[in-house]
């Protein structure tokens, strides 16, 4: 459990890194980049120790995959609550077919 959360967390601060200064264009975009850089860190400072702590629970593989959805998850709430697009059918189609990869990555052979 202890995984997922910080995944979760890193995730977020991830998300504001990456996508939070488009709301900010009229920023220089040296400055964006500086403050992206300062949010990552708080995100490395959660995803190595999660994966430190998984690896052994879960596979690369696996860790990888869980990640992934944690970020479409996150990603889907800030798209829509944060920079206020809307969530489109077929982005909900694209996304569902990611998720399904969770069962063939977690599936026993």
């Given at each position: 459990?202890?995984t997922?959360?910080?995944l979760?967390?890193?995730?977020?601060?991830?998300?504001?890194?990456?996508?939070g200064h488009l709301k900010?264009?009229e920023a220089?975009l040296?400055?964006?980049i500086?403050?992206?850089?300062?949010?990552?860190l708080?995100?490395?400072?959660l995803?190595?120790?999660?994966n430190r702590?998984?690896h052994?629970t879960f596979?690369?593989?696996q860790?990888?995959?869980?990640?992934?959805?944690?970020?479409?998850v996150?990603?889907?709430?800030?798209?829509?609550?944060?920079l206020?697009?809307?969530?489109r059918?077929?982005?909900?189609?694209?996304?569902a077919f990611?998720?399904?990869a969770?069962f063939?990555i977690?599936k026993?052979?």
């Amino acid at each position: 459990m202890r995984t997922i959360l910080l995944l979760i967390a890193s995730n977020i601060f991830m998300t504001f890194a990456w996508y939070g200064h488009l709301k900010f264009k009229e920023a220089a975009l040296w400055k964006v980049i500086l403050v992206s850089w300062g949010i990552a860190l708080f995100e490395y400072m959660l995803m190595v120790p999660a994966n430190r702590i998984g690896h052994g629970t879960f596979s690369v593989a696996q860790l990888k995959t869980i990640q992934e959805v944690i970020t479409l998850v996150v990603f889907g709430f800030f798209s829509v609550l944060f920079l206020k697009e809307p969530m489109r059918w077929n982005y909900l189609v694209g996304f569902a077919f990611i998720v399904m990869a969770v069962f063939f990555i977690f599936k026993k052979w």
